[in-house]
T-cell receptor, first 112, second 116 residues
Framework: GDSVTQMEGPVTLSEEAFLTINCTYT??????LFWYVQYPGEGLQLLLKATKADDKGSNKGFEATYRKETTSFHLEKGSVQVSDSAVYFCALSSVSWGKLQFGAGTQVVVTP | GAGVSQSPSNKVTEKGKDVELRCDPISGHTALYWYRQRLGQGLEFLIY????????KSGLPSDRFSAERTGESVSTLTIQRTQQEDSAVYLC??????????????FGPGTRLTVT
């Protein structure tokens, strides 16, 4: 079945550091890929998405490229801020009606 | 308007009791999903509703779990004879349609269920 594997956390960084969170997936067909973020005390919200190979999703300085050849969707940000401290979830949807398969989540802690 | 709302925000119950969790989706959203998030784990899909179609219950972990939805409105998730392993955060999400897997799902704040 479908699955998503993402790097374990917590990931602790200093402000302005470069962030990468690895995400790889297993799925049938051509899934859509997502990154969701959960800020402390808030609900889960969509950060970015990509629906086909080589698409790049971007939002709030974050980027991720859909790599079919490596079945990956790594999340990157060039210069993190304290406000980026959150739990980040990689997810895929390979069925037409949108059921999401999530990774376990990666906690990111950014220190001043 | 308002986002997805869920109630209660927290629920503590004794093992063996029944609990009912409520979800109010965003108005006009035809698709509704329930997920479960156990501590330190990702979200697990439980059930999906789309309009008046039969729900997809393929993620429900046991027959103690059931869910209903009235039209394109409120949904309730019921857990009968709760067990300690049911302790988790239960999240509801809604989306505009299910015609494509790229539709954004909007999540509620969740109900934290603790079974003692």
């Amino acid at each position: 079945g479908d699955s998503v594997t993402q790097m374990e956390g917590p990931v602790t960084l200093s402000e302005e550091a470069f962030l990468t969170i690895n995400c790889t997936y297993t799925a049938t067909g051509y899934p859509s890929l997502f990154w969701y973020v959960q800020y402390p005390g808030e609900g889960l919200q969509l950060l970015l998405k990509a629906t086909k190979a080589d698409d790049k999703g971007s939002n709030k300085g974050f980027e991720a490229t859909y790599r079919k050849e490596t079945t990956s969707f790594h999340l990157e940000k060039g210069s993190v801020q304290v406000s980026d401290s959150a739990v980040y979830f990689c997810a895929l949807s390979s069925v037409s009606w949108g059921k999401l398969q999530f990774g376990a989540g990666t906690q990111v802690v950014v220190t001043p | 308007g308002a986002g997805v709302s869920q109630s209660p925000s927290n629920k503590v119950t004794e093992k063996g009791k029944d609990v009912e969790l409520r979800c109010d989706p965003i108005s006009g959203h035809t698709a509704l999903y329930w997920y479960r998030q156990r501590l330190g784990q990702g979200l697990e899909f439980l059930i999906y509703f789309q309009g008046n179609s039969a729900p997809d219950k393929s993620g429900l972990p046991s027959d103690r779990f059931s869910a209903e939805r009235t039209g394109e409105s409120v949904s309730t998730l019921t857990i009968q004879r709760t067990q300690q392993e049911d302790s988790a955060v239960y999240l509801c999400a809604s989306s505009q349609a299910s015609g494509g897997s790229s539709y954004e799902q909007y999540f509620g704040p969740g109900t934290r269920l603790t079974v003692t």
